[in-house]
């Protein structure tokens, strides 16, 4: 019985130094016989007691990274980059300081990952093989940042740039939206700058506007403008505002802002264009007063914004255009209402005898009365609609007729302004008729010159 105990025991040390012993693992190692050492530390696959130590794994991690990194072995051993990275992983666990990494060269397990993920990743993405340059670079960036953050390299940079990039662009072509921006925001939140940064920043702005995410975008807006601060990133915070507001918030807002008066020019054209063209939601329900309010609403912005810049053509042009619908409106109203008068005054019968022609007169009066009280009412505030027309789209031709060459919104409006123009004052000249020949000829002359300027202006589209 002693002697079987005594074998038993023999045996037990004799597993136990083979489980410790990784001589054959590290002589195929060092001699560069990949496929050998490959054979010997997959023999400690089984032993309990080898994966319960740290050089098992770092051995592992270090003989299936070579693999990944030869072409030929690569191909043969599918899925060694995964089996590496899971080692190196469970090494890391057991060993948070890498200090055996760096006794037994392990570092290379991370380099070759690293190198290896990085080509891998830029074959693939040139091939447009989104997916599959994206399973790389997420390598290529685990990897790399090991390497900076233990200061492995002599490069002094704190993560490799163009790993997180091609990671982001890879997963951004690959639809895989989230990842994408989970790779950018690193290179955001650093504030790399640079020509082939500009629209990583813009992404990030438009992701956070589409998920109507508040802390996410005024996070990042301040970040885009330090960093670029030639940059119109105004557009993005209008973009978010449109998205992430209800009207009644963004009247709320530019109510706020207009009165500590830090709106901008182009804030307030912005906020001019929201309450002029209002969607088919922000309509729905609305009564005309409520419809007229918004309108004059960004007819002041307008004017708000060309206050804050007399330069701005576009902003004068849409405070006029906002008055001559408004004089349309009104004049429309009147036309109705000389509809009105004509058939009350068709429907009067013909009477000679004075005594009842005199009380047919005074009939009819009771009736034409009220609606010429109606047509006189309206007359003061289409009078003033005219001529602060006028005034506005006269602001805007000025600044636009010796501009040259203009943009196709500038000529668009350019043209437009001298069509209205030559409305408006026809429409004047044509109320003095037969009553002040002297304002008539002075309207006319108005009249004629922006007349004649329409087909030049023709010609500049």
Known sequence: MKKLFLLAAFAGLCFFVKAQDFTKVKNAS????????????????????????????????????????????RAKYPGSETIASEAFTKYVALDPTLKLAKDLGGQDAVFDLYSTSFNQGIRTFNSKNWDSSLYFFKYSVEYSDVIFQNKWSTNTMA????????????????????????????????????????????????????KKDSAGFFKYYPVAQEVYPKENWFEYEIDFISKYYNLAGKTALYDREDAAGTLTALKYLH???????????????????????????????????????????????????????????????????????????????????????????AKYKELTDPVKKDIAAVDIPMQASVDSS???????????????PKASYEKSSYTKSIDFLANLYQYKRDRLRGKDPKGFDALDVKFKFYDGMHDQAEKEK
Do not use: C
């Open 30 to 73: 060092i001699i560069g016989h990949v496929e050998d050492s490959k054979t010997e530390i997959d023999k400690f696959a089984t032993d309990p007691k080898a994966l319960a130590k740290p050089d098992y794994w770092i051995w592992k991690s270090k003989i299936y990274a070579g693999l990944y990194k030869d072409d030929k072995f």
């Open 159 to 210: 993560f490799d740039t163009t790993s997180i990039l091609y990671a982001g662009y890879s997963a951004q072509n690959a639809k895989k939206l989230d990842v994408a921006y989970h790779y950018y925001s690193r290179l955001v939140d650093n504030k790399i700058p640079g020509d082939s940064y500009i629209d990583i920043y813009r992404f990030i702005l438009v992701t956070n506007s589409d």
């Open 271 to 361: 906020f001019g264009d929201m309450f002029v063209n209002l969607s088919k939601e922000d309509k729905e329900g609305m009564d005309s007063t409520k419809l007229a309010s918004y309108q004059a609403k960004g007819r002041d912005a307008f004017k708000k914004a060309f206050q804050k810049d007399e330069t701005n053509a576009i902003a004068a042009f849409n405070a006029g255009v906002i008055h001559y619908n408004d004089f349309n409106i009104y004049d429309d109203r009147v036309r109705a209402f000389i509809k009105s008068l004509q058939d009350i005054n068709a429907k009067k019968p013909v009477e000679k005898d004075p005594k009842k022609k005199a009380a047919i007169e």
């Open 390 to 404: 006028i005034l506005w789209l006269e602001k805007s031709f000025n600044l636009l007729k010796d501009k040259h």
